[in-house]
C-alpha cells in the first residue's frame, strides 16, 4: 500500500479528536480533491489510525519471566486503563534488553512474546451504508483481529499488507472495540524480526460500489520518445444489493516530488460497466500520452492515474494510483536494459530493520539509509527476504532506485521450526498474489523474487508453480529466486521455470552454464556477493578477528562469500551478468557473522562436508563461549548509519566519474612505532603516489579488471601526515589526507537535516564526533557520552554502531565507539520555535546544535 502524505492534512486534519475521560477517538473522514498531495495510493477517503493505541504485553516477557494470557482480551468488558498507551508504528521487542543468553542470531532481543492492542473508536452514525475497511502495512506476527468482541479475520505473515472489512461488525454512531492479538512465540526468524504492529494502519471509508483493493493495474505496452500507450485494469467491487450500471473515469496528472498531482495529461472514461450485486466486474481503460516522461533511475518522473467511479451521476470512490513509464529488458548477453541502454545493477541487499528503531517503520530513517546508498553509487535495493514497508517502494520511486521485491526466505521445508514452512500450504498463493497485487504499480519494482536459499532449489514442481503464480499476477516483470545452490538448480532444472538467475556468490563453474543451451538464454545476477565482515574503526595486524570485532582492511568474510574485489574481478570476466546485491548495505539486528552460532549458516554449505563439519565445530565453540554479538558485521554502512572503510571502495568502483580517494587505516599508532603499518587507498582514479611526511612512497597504478584499490603494504609507522593524490588518464584527480591525532578535547555536533517537522514522526539524527583541538576525530576513543535536549523536543534513541554493545538504544548515554556516537531526536507534536540538542562527556567541552521545526 504505496503511502503519500497529503500537506493539506486531508485526513490528518479529518475531524480526529480525543476525549480525556474516554480515549475514544472519533472518526469523520474528508474527501481529497485532485489539487491535493496524495496520502497514499488507493482510496481517497483515507484515515491514519496510528494514534491513541492501548498495549499489553503477556505470555513471555522481556526478562525472560512468563504471564499467563487472560482470556477474553478481545472483549469490552476487559479493563484496559491500565494498558499502556502509545501510537504506531510500534515495535515491542527494541526496548529489550539485550540478554546475552538469548540467540545473537535475533538479535540478542526479547522479541518472543504475545502483545494485544486495543482501540477505542466512535464512526459517526451518518457513515451508515458505507463501507469502513482497516488495512495493516504489516503486524508482527500471527495477526489476529476483534471489533467489539467479534473475530474479523487473520494474517500470519508479519511481512504482508492486509486488509479486513470492518463493516458487518461496526457499531455506528457509537463506541467501538477494535482488539488485534500478535503472536511471536509462534515466529522463528534468522534474523531480528521484530514485533508488534511496526508499520503504519490506516482506515479507509467507501461507497458499496468501489474501487477493489489494489484494484487498479497499470502497464505500458508500448513506449518510445514520442508516445506511451498505457493500458489500465480496473476491478470495480460492488456490495450493494443490487445490480448497477458504473461509468469509470480516469484522469491523469504528472506526479511532482512532493506527491501532488501537476498538469493534466489525458482522461479517459469507460460507461456502462454493469456489476452484479455482491460481486466484481473489470474494466479496461486505454490512453496513450504524448512525449511521455519516463521513469529512469536518474530522472525518476511519474504520473498518478486518479480513478472515479460514478454511478447515477454521482462519484462514488476516487482512486489514486501513482505509475512511471519506463521500459525493462533483461539479456544474457547485453545486460540489463532501462529505457533502452544498459545499467549495470549496483545493488545491496537490507533487512527491514532501522537499526536502534528497531523494526518500527520511519519514513525519515528510511530516507536517511537510501540517501546514503545512493551517495556510495547504489542503485538498487534487494528487499532481503520478505515484501518490504509501503515507505521503501514510495521512495524508490522517487529517488530512483530499483527493486527487487522478495517473497519468502523459505517455502514448504523450513530452515527454522515455526518460520514460513508452518504458513506455506495454506497461505503461500495469498502472500504472493498480496505482494504483487500491492507493489505492481510501482516503476521502481523490476524483479520479483518467489525465495532466498530455499530447501527446495532443486524442484522443478515446485519453483514453475511459484513463479507460475507470479506471472499470472504480473507478467510483465521477470521472477527470480535467489540460489546458494546454484548448480544443483540447474542441474535439476529447476532454473528452466524462472526468466532470472539469482546466484548467491557461487559464480565458480559460470562459464560452464554460459555454455549450456538450456541456460545460454538465461540472464544472471548476482542476488547475493561478497558478505564481507567489518567493524568500523577496528583495524587488527597478522589477524582479521579479535575481541569479538572484525578488521576493518575489508578482506575478512565467511567461507562462502570474497573481498569486495574478488567479486568486482567475477564481473570483469564475466561482463554479461546484470550486476550484483552486495550483503548488505547497512549493518542490521542479529545474525552476527563469524560470531553467529545459529546452525542454518551450515546452510551455505549444504554440498560441501568437509566446510560443513569445519563450521560445526566453529558453531559449538561459539555456543559454548557465549558471543556478546547481538547485530551484523556484513553493512557498508554500520548500525548507526555511519559508512566503513567499505563504503568508498564501493564508491570508488560504482561512481567511476566521482573525483575521490580514501586512505585506511586511521594514522594513531604510537604502539607501532617503526613497526609496519599497511596502508590501503580507495579510489575512482587509475593510480596514486601516497607521501609520509611529504616523502614519496611510490606511485602505483591499478591493472585494469584486476586491481579496485592501491596497496603499501610495507609502511614504516612514523606519526604525522599521510596524504594520497590519485591520477586519472595522467591527471591529477583527487586527494585524501590522514593526520596522527592531538588527544581527544571536544565533542562536534553535526544532523543530517537542521529543520523538521514537528508532526511526531520526523526525525533528525545528530552525528557526535569526539575531536582533539584541530577538529580532527580522534580514532579509538570511547568516552562515556550524555545527550540532553533543551527545548520542544525529545530523545528517541541512541547508537555507536558497536555490534557488542548491551546499551539500551532507549537510554540517553553511550560510549562513543571509535570516536563516534548517534543521537536520535525528534520534536513535540504541533510546536513552533526550536530546540537544542546537547552532548557532554567528563573531561570534554560539550558540544550543541539547534533544530529548527515547521508544520507540515
Not at 521512495?395 to 522478495?406: N, R, S, T, Y
Not at 594514522?667 to 611526511?693: C, K
Amino acid at each position: 500500500m504505496l503511502r503519500y502524505r497529503f500537506l493539506l492534512a486531508l485526513l490528518l486534519l479529518s475531524g480526529l479528536t480525543f476525549t480525556a475521560a474516554s480515549a475514544i477517538e472519533t472518526v469523520k473522514f474528508q474527501k481529497s480533491g485532485n489539487k491535493n498531495t496524495i496520502v497514499r495510493m488507493g482510496a481517497a477517503d483515507v484515515l491514519s489510525f496510528d494514534q491513541g493505541w492501548l498495549f499489553k504485553r503477556v505470555g513471555l516477557q522481556a526478562d525472560g519471566t512468563s504471564i499467563a494470557e487472560p482470556e477474553g482480551l478481545q472483549n469490552s468488558g476487559t479493563d484496559d486503563a491500565l494498558w499502556r498507551k502509545l501510537d504506531l508504528p510500534h515495535d515491542w521487542a527494541i526496548e529489550g534488553p539485550f540478554r546475552i543468553e538469548l540467540e545473537g542470531g535475533t538479535g540478542k532481543l526479547p522479541f518472543k512474546g504475545i502483545g494485544w492492542y486495543r482501540k477505542h473508536f466512535t464512526v459517526p452514525a451518518e457513515d451508515q451504508g458505507k463501507r469502513i475497511f482497516i488495512d495493516f502495512d504489516g503486524a508482527m506476527a500471527n495477526a489476529e483481529i476483534w471489533l467489539n468482541g467479534s473475530y474479523v479475520g487473520t494474517w500470519p505473515y508479519g511481512y504482508n499488507s492486509f486488509r479486513k472489512d470492518l463493516t458487518p461488525f461496526l457499531r455506528f454512531g457509537k463506541e467501538n472495540l477494535l482488539a488485534v492479538r500478535l503472536n511471536t512465540e509462534k515466529w522463528d526468524s534468522r534474523w531480528y524480526p521484530g514485533a508488534g504492529i511496526y508499520r503504519h494502519v490506516w482506515l479507509v471509508r467507501t461507497e458499496p460500489i468501489h474501487v477493489g483493493h489494489w484494484g487498479t493495474y497499470i502497464t505500458t505496452p508500448e513506449v518510445s520518445k514520442e508516445i506511451a500507450k498505457v493500458q489500465m485494469e480496473v476491478t470495480v467491487d460492488n456490495q450493494s444489493k443490487q445490480t448497477v450500471e458504473a461509468t469509470v473515469r480516469t484522469d491523469i496528472f504528472e506526479l511532482n516530488v512532493d506527491n501532488k498531482p501537476g498538469k493534466k495529461v489525458a482522461t479517459v472514461e469507460k460507461t456502462g460497466v454493469k456489476v452484479g450485486a455482491e460481486k466484481s466486474a473489470e474494466t479496461t481503460l486505454q490512453w496513450t500520452l504524448k512525449n511521455p516522461k519516463r521513469w529512469d533511475i536518474l530522472s525518476p518522473n511519474r504520473y498518478v492515474a486518479q480513478t472515479s467511479m460514478i454511478v447515477s451521476g454521482q462519484v462514488t470512490d476516487v482512486y489514486n494510483t501513482p505509475f512511471g513509464v519506463r521500459t525493462i529488458e533483461f539479456t544474457a548477453d547485453r545486460g540489463f536494459l532501462l529505457n533502452g541502454r544498459r545499467v549495470e545493477i549496483q545493488g545491496t541487499c537490507n533487512h527491514h530493520d532501522l537499526g536502534a528503531l528497531g523494526a518500527a517503520i520511519n519514513t525519515s530513517a528510511l530516507r536517511r539509509q537510501l540517501k546514503l546508498l545512493q551517495e556510495m553509487g547504489c542503485n538498487s535495493l534487494r528487499t532481503s527476504h520478505n515484501p518490504p514497508a509501503p515507505e521503501l517502494l514510495e521512495l524508490a520511486d522517487q529517488m530512483g532506485f530499483l527493486v527487487w521485491d522478495e517473497a519468502f526466505d523459505c517455502w514448504k521445508r523450513g530452515k527454522r521450526a515455526l518460520d514460513y514452512n508452518k504458513l506455506y500450504d495454506e497461505w503461500h498463493a495469498k502472500d504472493l498474489k498480496a505482494m504483487v497485487h500491492r507493489d505492481r504499480n510501482h516503476p521502481s519494482v523490476f524483479i520479483w523474487s518467489i525465495g532466498n536459499e530455499v530447501m527446495e532449489q532443486r524442484d522443478v514442481v515446485m519453483t514453475k508453480h511459484l513463479a507460475d503464480i507470479v506471472r499470472d499476477e504480473d507478467p510483465t516483470r521477470p521472477v527470480s529466486n535467489g540460489y546458494n545452490d546454484p548448480n544443483g538448480g540447474r542441474e535439476s532444472g529447476a532454473v528452466m521455470g524462472l526468466d532470472l538467475m539469482g546466484v548467491n556468490y557461487s559464480f565458480g563453474q559460470q562459464a560452464k552454464w554460459d555454455a549450456d543451451p538450456r541456460y545460454s538464454n538465461k540472464p544472471t545476477i548476482g542476488s547475493e556477493t561478497s558478505s564481507c565482515v567489518t567493524s568500523r574503526g577496528e583495524y587488527f595486524f597478522g589477524a582479521e578477528y579479535k575481541n569479538w570485532q572484525i578488521s576493518s582492511y575489508d578482506l575478512a568474510h565467511p567461507g562462502w562469500g570474497c573481498s569486495p574485489d574478488d567479486q568486482f574481478r567475477t564481473h570483469a570476466k564475466f561482463p554479461n551478468l546484470l550486476g550484483e546485491y552486495v550483503w548488505t548495505g547497512f549493518d542490521y539486528l542479529g545474525e552476527p557473522t563469524p560470531y553467529n552460532s545459529d546452525e542454518t549458516n551450515l546452510l551455505n554449505f549444504r554440498n560441501d562436508p568437509l566446510k560443513k563439519a569445519e563450521l560445526e565445530r566453529k558453531l559449538a565453540e561459539l555456543k559454548a563461549q557465549k558471543a556478546p554479538s547481538r547485530s551484523s558485521y556484513f553493512g557498508i554502512i554500520d548500525l548507526a548509519g555511519f559508512p566503513k572503510d567499505r563504503y568508498y571502495l564501493y564508491q570508488a568502483h560504482w561512481r567511476p566519474d566521482f573525483r575521490m580517494a580514501h586512505i585506511l587505516p586511521h594514522w594513531n599508532w604510537s604502539q607501532r612505532m617503526d613497526s609496519i603499518v599497511p596502508v590501503h587507498v580507495y579510489t575512482s582514479g587509475d593510480e596514486a603516489e601516497l607521501f609520509l611526511n611529504g616523502k614519496s612512497l611510490g606511485r602505483k597504478a591499478k591493472t585494469p579488471g584486476q586491481d579496485f584499490r592501491l596497496v603499501w603494504e610495507k609502511v614504516i609507522y612514523q606519526p604525522g601526515e599521510l596524504k594520497v593524490i590519485a591520477y586519472k588518464n595522467g591527471k591529477q584527480w583527487a586527494t585524501d589526507v590522514m593526520k596522527t591525532t592531538g588527544e581527544a578535547s571536544k565533542l562536534a555536533l553535526s544532523v543530517d537535516r537542521n529543520k523538521i517537522a514537528s508532526d511526531g514522526a520526523d526525525l533528525a539524527f545528530v552525528t557526535v564526533r569526539v575531536e582533539d583541538q584541530n577538529n580532527l576525530m580522534v580514532p579509538r576513543s570511547h568516552p562515556l557520552i550524555h545527550f540532553a535536549v533543551e527545548g520542544p523536543g525529545e530523545i528517541v534513541a541512541t547508537d555507536n554502531g558497536d555490534a557488542t554493545s548491551f546499551t539500551s538504544f532507549q537510554s540517553t548515554q553511550c560510549e562513543a565507539y571509535n570516536g563516534m556516537a548517534l543521537v536520535i531526536v525528534k520534536a513535540n507534536k504541533g510546536v513552533k520555535g526550536s530546540f537544542k540538542v546537547k552532548a557532554s562527556s567528563d573531561g570534554l567541552q560539550s558540544g550543541e546544535i539547534t533544530i529548527r521545526l515547521t508544520n507540515r
